[in-house]
């Protein structure tokens, strides 16, 4: 229902690919109440290009996108698709124009089974009636182009979150669009499937599809993107080939200075001498596992210790986490924290013993919508005390300026609604809950996920931090070079145990990935990574 | 909606295997079915229905163990037509509730239907258009809220509360009296005798039919694990049913329930099988996430109030076909006796989760429970509040517990 107002044609820009773009947005600007999410913002799409947006945690990526795809309505500005000037009133409206979208949470329905959230709205029918099976079929064919071998037929939300991630792209997919885009598409995906998806993005190139692709991931963005667009706090900074630049000055364009946290910290990690105090662990779990998603697995943890998890998807290694902090129980196996031994059966308990815990499910287990940053972040702490002891107001409000500035959690507003964070600044509120309770224990799951360069440095620098105050910490993340920076032991996962353990002395990515896969995959997942 | 192969909590990603893996038993044929029996996980949607299955058959044994008469054919089959009117409720509850909202309004729509159809009739118009005045009354109204709630954006809750009182008001306005029902279509509708009894070699060849058709579905079926204790049970349920209308010669039912019925198995394929059906789990599941997956949300919220609507005015007409007479204070709370066939029958208040057959099933129990109180003598009507009280607290408690246990 793209309601055509007028033809205008529109110029390549100087520096672009030659013919006319797909889609151009020119000029752009959206104001959510006081704050203005996009100031003018120009983006031209070409066919058959990979096209980046970049920028920090609430730079406007997502906003530019939701305006776009009709989710947002624009307060000035044109779209352009194609030559005509459109508007595009809702998502059903830009899925007609031929735009497909995968948005940065995965927007899906956890209810229904994985073909259905892949076809719903194109099912194929017959006299108006679904044909599950031909749906299933199609399905089917469509997760075998992503290598996603799961059943089309079973319930999504009986997924990990990094599956649900892939049936997301792979309803993208599905359609012969002309724009495709992906916010975000990879942060939860492990290499492997990152592959995949780029050749499934750069079959669609080839075959003249626009792409939009948006990650905090710079190596993913130098390997496949063509041209991109910079954004800073809602402006335009420019539009670049990605061939014309070096990361290092990609990274300067989106925050508008040096870098030097990123450098100090790497200073800082490798002067650090490895190998915490010896003293007695904070954690240690004795042949923890669980029927049907962890084998008996020991683990220690010493107080200033920073334990790295490495694995792949499915490896077990977010199970491990679960368990840990009781939001599994265990069938077989103890636990000891602090010395006691103790049986965890809720987070409740986990927390009381000082134990903390950053789900990798930020959406369903984590963010709090529709309450306040300040109230998210104090969540946890408040949970500790009791809810008869409230938080004293003025100690609120230290913590949460503390952290807000800590994190440089934006907009700097303890009162803004949290679903009207970016996504980055979410994850930073979740991290800040966690490390407000002050625990001895903190189990990170993908803790910067989602999260920009210049934050990810300094949230890497705050969990090297509070190692070095004493704090056990348990980290876990899909990307292999930021466990092996941060830890002082890598314990390696496959097919939901634990098969490596070492002390973090010069162990190179190779090493881990070698570990990972056995001895006959290692060459070729090597020489991908 | 059967789950195949599912995985273990949080577990099964990339390199699953596409079926079950692979038993000792694996190979021989008993050995596979024994296999499937054994290592069965009923999906988080079916775990209730069979739950409500199980009660429902332990009550009537109960009651068959207690009183003479209890589970002959005919008061089984009566309890479907004492309650037609509340299964075509349910069925429209379902929807509404399937989307995560509510409708109170159905209970004082059934008053109002009630009343328009012997106020028309009364006044001398057709049966007919009598029923399509009715119809499309309670239909509009439904609308009406629907659109309040969609385009307003107020708690459905809320509007369907005002619905309620807008209903219950109307029918005074027709009339603060009762008004009675001497129409002969709606006299024969009510009380002529279908029969229904099956001859043996009837039943036999439905019973080699049921058969039949769900041996095909294991067929078709991929998975053996997750389809076999479905297809088994409702073959048993089949089966039982069967040889229920072979039990008494003499048995009859009315077009009530025919309609009912009817209702049910529209609803079923509505729900499963259309566009419109799955939007109304996929919101219930998440309408944010449906809104941007491009579905028709707006459409189909409004849809299924008037879908509620049409069902509570259908009910209406049955419930003036068994009481023939229309009147104000008719069917008082009988949206919350709706609302709990629902719950016991599975559905979760939430939303996304719930089958219709399910709320037939719900019906079926608070049935039984009057049917109970009947049969004793002793016990008085309050009883079966109490009974319906606790029901609904254990099926809520029981889901609260199968949703947590969700990865
Ligand atoms: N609905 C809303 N109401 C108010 N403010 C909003 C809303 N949506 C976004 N914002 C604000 O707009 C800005 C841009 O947010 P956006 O989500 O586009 O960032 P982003 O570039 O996608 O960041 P990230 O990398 O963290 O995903 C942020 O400051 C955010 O707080
Ligand atoms: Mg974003």
Same mark, same amino acid.
């Given at each position: ?21 797909? /889609? ?112 299933? #079929? ?70 003249? /599809? ?71 662990? /904070? ?38 986490? #679960? ?170 996962? #496959? ?35 | ?407």
């Amino acid at each position: 229902m793209a309601h055509l107002e007028s033809v205008k044609p529109t110029s390549a820009p100087a520096g672009g690919p030659p013919g006319d773009p797909v /889609v151009a947005m020119d000029d752009i600007s959206i104001s959510f109440g006081a704050v203005r999410a996009l100031d003018g913002v120009s983006v031209r799409l070409y066919p058959g290009e990979v096209h980046a947006l970049m920028g920090e945690n609430g730079a406007g990526k997502s906003t530019l996108i939701k305006a776009l795809t009709g989710v947002y309505g624009i307060d000035s500005g044109t779209v352009t698709v194609e030559g005509r000037q459109v508007r595009l009133a809702s998502p059903s409206a830009a899925q007609e124009a031929g735009i497909s979208t995968v948005y940065q949470e995965v927007n899906l329905c956890t209810n229904l089974t994985v073909a259905e959230n892949m076809m719903l709205g194109r099912e194929p029918r017959f006299l108006g009636a679904i044909n599950t099976r031909a749906m299933n #079929r199609r399905a089917r064919a469509t997760l075998d182009r992503l290598g996603l071998d799961v059943d089309p037929a079973s319930t999504l939300g009986d997924h990990p979150i990094a599956v649900q991630q892939l049936v997301a792209i792979a309803r993208a997919v599905d359609v012969d669009a002309k724009v495709l885009i992906l916010d975000e598409p990879t942060s939860s995906l492990d290499a492997d499937e990152v592959e995949k998806l780029f050749t499934v993005m750069r079959r669609l190139r080839a075959a003249g /599809v626009a792409i939009v692709f948006v990650s905090h991931f710079l190596d993913q963005i130098f390997e496949i993107t063509d041209r991109m667009t910079i954004l800073r706090n809602g402006r335009l900074v420019g539009e670049r080939m990605t061939a014309d630049l070096t990361q290092l000055e990609l990274v300067q364009l989106m925050i508008g200075r040096e870098l030097e946290v990123l450098e100090k910290l790497e200073r800082e990690l490798d002067a650090e001498d490895a190998g915490p105090a010896s003293s007695e662990p /904070v954690l240690r779990a004795v042949g923890l596992g669980r029927k049907g998603s962890l084998l008996a697995t020991d683990l220690e943890v010493r107080p200033g210790e920073v334990v790295g998890l490495a694995g792949l998807l499915g490896s077990g290694r977010t199970e491990l986490a #679960r368990l840990l902090f009781g939001a599994d129980t265990s069938d077989t196996g103890t636990l000891e924290v602090s010395g006691r031994r103790t049986r965890l059966r809720a987070p409740r308990q986990a927390i009381d013993r000082k134990v903390a815990f950053l789900s990798e499910n930020r959406r369903s287990e984590g963010v709090i919508g529709d309450l306040s940053v300040a109230d998210n972040m104090l969540l946890a702490l408040q949970a500790t005390r009791g809810w008869l002891r409230p938080i004293p107001s003025a100690t609120r409000r230290r913590l949460v300026d503390e952290y807000i500035e800590a994190l440089d959690i934006r907009p700097a507003d303890p009162d803004a609604l949290m679903r009207n964070l970016s996504g980055g600044n979410q994850q930073k509120v979740l991290l800040a809950r966690w490390l407000i309770t002050e625990p001895d224990l903190l189990i990170l799951d993908e803790p910067t996920r989602g999260i920009d360069v210049g934050a990810k440095a300094q949230i890497q620098q705050l969990v090297a931090d509070l190692a070095r105050r004493g704090l056990g910490v348990v980290f876990i993340s899909a990307e292999l070079e930021e466990v092996l920076r941060l830890s002082d032991r890598v314990v390696t996962m #496959r097919d939901r145990r634990k098969i490596d353990e070492r002390s973090n002395v010069d162990v190179a990515v190779g090493d881990v990935l070698e570990i990972i896969a056995g001895d006959a995959r290692a060459e070729e997942v090597g020489a991908r990574a | 909606m059967s789950t195949q192969t599912r995985p273990a909590p949080g577990g099964a990603t990339t390199p699953a295997p596409r079926t079950a893996p692979s038993t000792p038993a694996a190979g021989s044929r008993p050995g596979r079915w024994w296999h499937a029996l054994r290592t069965y996980r009923p999906s988080a949607q079916l775990v209730p229905l069979l739950a409500t299955l199980a009660l429902f058959l332990g009550m009537l044994q109960v009651g068959g163990l207690r009183y003479e008469g209890f589970t002959s054919s005919q008061v089984i089959l009566n309890l479907l037509t004492d309650n037609a009117f509340l299964v075509v409720l349910a069925v429209g509850m379902t929807f509404v509730i399937l989307t995560g909202g509510i409708d109170l309004s159905v209970g004082s729509v059934v008053a109002l239907s009630t009343m328009v159809a012997a106020w028309t009739l009364q006044d001398g118009w057709s049966p007919y258009a009598a029923i399509a005045a009715t119809l499309t009354v309670g239909t509009v109204l439904g609308l009406l809220t629907g659109l309040v709630i969609h385009h307003f954006d107020v708690q459905p809750f809320i509007a369907t509360l005002a619905g309620m009182f807008l209903a219950r008001g109307l029918c005074y306005l027709i009339s603060v009296e009762s008004i009675p029902i001497r129409d002969d279509t709606f006299f024969f509708l009510a009380s002529e005798p279908i029969p229904i009894a099956l001859a043996p070699w009837q039943g036999g060849v439905v019973i080699g039919l049921l058969g039949l058709g769900m041996l095909a579905a294991l067929v078709r079926r991929r998975s053996l694990r997750s389809a076999l204790v479905p297809v088994l049970v409702g073959l048993g349920v089949g089966m039982w049913v069967t040889l229920l209308l072979m039990g008494d010669p003499a048995l009859t039912t009315t077009y009530s329930v025919v309609i009912a019925l009817a209702t049910v198995a529209v609803a079923v394929l509505v729900l499963h099988r259309t566009r419109f059906g799955r939007t109304v789990y996929a919101i219930g599941g998440s309408e944010a996430s449906a809104l941007l997956m491009g579905l028709r949300v707006g459409l189909v919220k409004v849809g299924v109030y008037a879908v509620s609507g049409f069902c509570a005015s259908l009910g209406g007409l049955l419930f003036a076909f068994y009481m023939l007479s229309g009147y104000s204070l008719h069917a008082v709370g009988m949206e919350l006796d709706a609302i709990a066939a629902v719950v016991i029958g599975g559905t979760l208040l939430a939303g996304g989760r719930g089958l219709v057959v399910g709320s037939l099933l719900g019906v079926l129990v608070l049935g039984t429970i009057q049917t109970f109180i009947s049969f004793d003598g002793t016990l008085s009507s309050w009883w079966t509040k109490i009974v319906i009280g606790a029901l609904v607290l254990v099926f809520v408690v029981m889901q609260r517990v199968l949703t947590r246990r969700q990865p």
